[in-house]
């Protein structure tokens, strides 16, 4: 039953819930039992009897950090096992402009060489192909 439950993906909305909770009530953190850590949702416990005002003011605080997190690091720290690949990550993003920019290069190399069979074969002018060369290189950059 706890296998199932900690591979469960984690909602932040939820864990942001279970935090406020245990910052006004007495149970603090429920919120850290949620997100499989359930050390510390023992640690929080035992110190309600211990040094009660410490868990409330904890679980404020990790109210706020959840907030500030963005969802690709609450995936990250709170879903490891559960994370989807069909997220789009920073890498992944930066790894589908690195190829959209490849086969834009690749097409506009294609295309100088095709202004260069055109010239060769006489069919544009040296002004022209250096004209129109001078577009497409710009277009990379």
Known sequence: MWETLFNK?????????????GSITPTAGLHKFYLGQPFWGLVYILFLFAFPPIPHIACAIEVVWYLILDREQFERRFNSTT????????????????????????????????????????????????????QLI????
């Open 138 to 141: 710009d277009r990379i950059n």
């Open 9 to 21: 993906p984690k909602n932040r909305k939820l864990a942001v819930i279970l935090a406020l909770f």
């Open 83 to 134: 994370y989807s690949p069909n997220l789009p990550t920073s890498a992944a993003i930066a790894e589908q402009s690195e190829a959209a920019t490849r086969s834009r290069v690749e097409n506009i190399s294609t295309a100088l060489r095709e202004l260069d069979r055109l010239r060769s074969d006489g069919l544009i002018s040296e002004y022209e192909f250096e004209q129109k060369r001078r």
